[in-house]
């Protein structure tokens, strides 16, 4: 299995251009993908989770074209032309629930899978609030996860409930598409709602091309019949989560970084981990697009994450090296990502000499007096490789296994980190 290794070089001194948001992109290629006309997205993630759905589009008759020098997505909008498809979206979940409710809008039998791990990742909230806007959905193996086949006459519109505490992504699902609905579309939301900054930015994407949406707190949103997006070139914001890294790489080594293409005008959850940084000791100043952390002698928190759930496992690679312990909580989520990531947590960080109990809903981390050397299991996560290359960045003999699954979100990570000095080693 590939292998790398950091060495770490002190403390970091890092000026970091950050890559276009995968949250941003995805939900902006099912906005275009309904768009009459043209839609230009600059900037764009392409990431694996992009190309899953790009490919997706392509095969029902939706054109996308990715230019992958220029980060540019073309997308020439409609609704789904093919009368049948069957789509793999390997374990890319905002893809795959983003396109269940843009392919019942077409006219056809569609059948949906995933990766081995996505077949035991929820969607049967958004599966329910689907049907009862007309869509016929019946699970080809176990209820309420993929695969699904989908029977699609179009989405009467009318209105629907869904839960909202599982994740965040069917609100946004069903956001979405609901424009290309034959009436109009009212949403309510029950329960606690997970990570409510990603509904923010589904809501800012649908206004930026054209739809806004009428709502009521995060209880109700309404989207009136006609509405309609509208094709234009668009500018993708930089990645929060993304940005995180190399904020968290300055304060693990008490160096300094400033991220580009975000700051205080971004509505991205994930940023209010700078301000988390903040609370444990580090120096945060905001700029209107930049964000810069000083790292300082740092301390344990006990912070609340619903809002910025990409976050977490950087959060507890950075609790590694501060003084006293970290409690993170209302995070359940993070239980039916790509894999368990509060059980990831735990038994890496273990490995490196951290106490951490696990609670349903997070974690308690008790820092090692010194951070030991360990072989990091990512567990195909994305996010488990980038997180622990904080830690790697701060402390040697942290060896993390199967880098490229970093691909799903920040495609030449590795690569960036050696323009920006650091000595990453492939084994």
């Not at 409930?161 to 290309?180: E, N, Y």
């Not at 009428?214 to 309404?222: G, I, V, W």
Request: glycine share 10%; hydrophobic share 40%.
């Amino acid at each position: 299995m590939p292998k790398v290794q950091i060495e770490p070089p002190g403390a970091v001194n890092l000026d970091v251009a950050v890559q276009g948001s995968k949250s941003l992109t995805n939900r902006a290629m099912i906005a275009a993908a309904l768009a009459p006309g043209t839609t230009k997205l600059l900037n764009a993630s392409l990431s694996d989770d992009s190309k899953f759905l790009s490919t997706a589009m392509n095969q029902i008759g939706i054109p996308v074209d990715i230019r992958d020098r220029e980060n540019v997505i073309l997308i020439h909008g409609g609704k789904p032309r093919k009368a049948d498809g069957e789509f793999f979206m390997g374990n890319a979940g905002t893809a795959l629930r983003f396109f269940t409710s843009f392919v019942c809008l077409g006219t056809g039998e569609y059948e949906i899978d995933g990766e081995a791990r996505m077949r035991e990742r929820p969607i049967g909230g958004l599966v329910d609030a689907l049907r009862s806007l007309g869509a016929e959905i019946r699970y080809e193996m176990s209820d309420g996860c993929p695969p699904l086949a989908i029977k699609a006459q179009g989405l009467k519109g009318g209105r629907t409930v869904v839960a909202g505490d599982t994740s965040s992504q069917f609100v946004s699902s069903l956001l979405l598409s609901a424009p290309g609905a034959q009436g109009a579309v009212e949403i309510e939301v029950e329960g606690e709602v997970a990570s409510k900054p990603y509904i923010e930015i589904t809501l800012d994407v649908m206004r930026d091309l054209g739809v806004p949406v009428e709502r009521e707190a995060y209880r109700r949103f309404r989207i009136p019949a006609g509405s309609k997006y509208q094709s234009k070139v668009y500018k993708i914001e930089a990645d929060g989560a993304s940005a995180n890294y190399f904020l968290a790489m300055a304060a693990a080594t008490g160096g300094k970084a400033r991220v580009r293409g975000v700051g205080s005008r971004s509505h991205q959850g994930e940023l209010k981990f700078a301000a988390i940084l903040e609370q444990m000791g580090c120096t945060v100043k905001l700029f209107p697009e930049a964000i810069e952390v000083t790292g300082g002698p740092l301390k344990g928190v006990d912070v609340d994450m619903n809002d910025c759930p990409d976050s977490v496992q950087t959060l507890a690679c950075v609790a590694l090296f501060a003084k006293g312990s970290t409690r993170v909580r209302n995070v359940k989520n993070l239980r039916v990502k790509e894999t368990d990531r509060i059980a990831a947590i735990a038994k890496e960080c273990g490995k490196l000499g951290a106490n951490v109990d696990e609670m349903d809903d997070g974690f308690a981390l008790t820092p090692p007096a010194k951070v030991g050397a360990a072989e990091i299991d990512t567990y195909k996560d994305h996010r488990v490789a980038m997180s622990f290359a904080v830690a790697a960045v701060a402390a040697p003999g942290i060896v993390i296994k199967d880098p490229e699954c970093v691909s799903k979100s920040f495609p030449g990570f590795w690569e960036q980190l050696g323009t920006l000095g650091i000595k990453v080693r492939r084994t």
